[in-house]
């Protein structure tokens, strides 16, 4: 199914009488065929339906406002994730957000997710990744949205009118500022010089398969709304930082440099590590380099990554909550001690994992306070 209709009727459907259930589901019915525009007509009538069942509309009229940018960070540095919301009194067919820097380079490019919220009309939101190295000054969010045909309609009884979809652009800056990353060097022992250097089929393996967690996003993963917490509830000691320059100096004498992409926290083996944020498990297991680890998603295409652990205390396909004991620090994998490697990735690229610990992903007391993952009632 294409867009995010399917997620839009089944909240709506859900909140109405049997009308609007088959309404919903003819809705259905014509996007699994393929006819967006049919669809999209269905989905009209389920808005008329809504009307008098005391839902709020899915569909508006010509004199409606315009799609709107609801909230946005005012200003953002290199490696901070970067979450938007769009306000559309239209349902959104499809839409795609991207970051413009200093010069016009294209810096971020990410699809939307279809939000439930308890206002007036339909909520889009949309999740980007500042590389690190994006250079400072302005920038400019751009949004481009398709709109679903505007069916306007006194009652379920009156014929639907022929209007295609609508496309829409949206536009507003924000401040790049500049951030400097640390540099380090870590010398490495024979055995983890060989696990980093010689080619191993089943490493290679391993990385192909976990890369292509990051690549899916679940449009039901919508769990986290409110601030991250610390997953180590237990003195904060930093050993390494998010963004580093590592260069790893091996034991035959010869250097690798990467870019680390989480926060290491050193702490005693054993000790319990918990959830950032609600989500569901989408990996538990082991990894040749990363040792024991799990991967939670919290929004769609928004992971938190715990490495290095000496048990697994969750299983995939689990919700769990925030706080709760997801595992235990080790030593596993490519370590040179027990510390907990914690990582935030959008999609496949890390951001800033302490960015969340200091401001809700969703602020409730601004324009954006009745935005409510619907995860409560699942």
């Keep these: 199914m294409k867009g995010y209709l399917p997620q ?3 909240y709506v459907s859900r909140r109405g009488g049997p009308r609007l259930i088959a309404a919903a589901l003819a809705a259905l019915v014509f996007l699994a065929a393929g ?3 049919a669809a999209a007509q269905a989905a009209a009538l389920a808005a008329a339906t809504a009307a008098t069942a005391g839902v ?4 508006a009229s010509p004199s409606v406002a315009a799609p709107r940018i609801l909230a946005m960070p005012a200003a953002a540095a290199p490696g901070d994730p970067f979450l938007c919301w769009l306000r559309s009194e239209r349902p959104v067919l499809e839409a795609t957000a991207r970051i413009i820097g200093p010069g016009g380079a294209k810096l971020s490019k990410a699809a939307g997710f279809y939000m439930p919220s308890e206002g007036e009309g339909f909520l889009y939101g949309f999740l980007l990744a500042l590389p ?3 250079p400072p000054g302005k920038a400019t ?3 481009a949205a398709t709109l679903a045909a505007d069916e306007g309609c006194a ?4 014929a639907l009118p022929e209007a295609g979809p609508a496309a829409v652009e949206l536009s507003a800056h924000f401040t790049i500022e500049a951030k400097t990353f640390l540099h380090e060097d870590i010398p490495l022992d024979k055995a983890n010089t060989a696990l980093r250097t010689e080619p191993d089929p089943a490493k290679t393996a391993e990385s192909l398969a976990f890369a292509k967690l990051f690549q899916a996003r679940d449009s039901t993963a919508l769990f986290a709304l409110g601030a991250m917490a610390k997953p180590l509830n237990v003195a904060w000691r930093e050993t390494a930082t998010f963004a580093d ?5 091996y034991f035959d004498g010869g250097t690798d440099s990467i870019r680390h992409g989480g926060i290491d926290i050193g702490a005693k083996e054993g000790s319990p ?12 297991g082991r990894r040749i380099v990363t040792g024991n680890t799990i991967v939670l998603e919290h929004l769609p295409g928004l992971f938190s990554l715990y490495m290095h652990l000496s048990a697994i205390a969750a299983r995939e396909g689990e919700v769990v909550a925030q706080g709760q004991k997801i595992g235990l620090v080790g030593s596993t994998g490519l370590s040179t001690g027990p510390h907990l490697h914690w990582e935030l990735r959008v999609g496949e690229t890390s951001v800033n994992p302490a960015y969340w610990l200091a401001r809700p992903l969703l602020d409730k007391s601004g324009p954006t306070g009745k935005i409510e993952a619907p995860a409560k009632g699942r």
């Excluded at 009652?155 to 009156?158: F, K, P, R």
């Design 132 to 134: 690190v190295a994006a």
């Design 141 to 143: 969010l751009a949004i």
């Design 56 to 59: 709020a509309p899915s569909a």
């Design 8 to 10: 839009q009727i089944e």
């Design 35 to 37: 006819d967006m525009r």
């Design 273 to 284: 590590v918990s959830a950032c944020a609600p989500g569901r498990v989408v990996f538990a």
């Design 155 to 158: 009652s379920d009884a009156e």
């Design 245 to 249: 320059e590592r260069r790893y100096l």
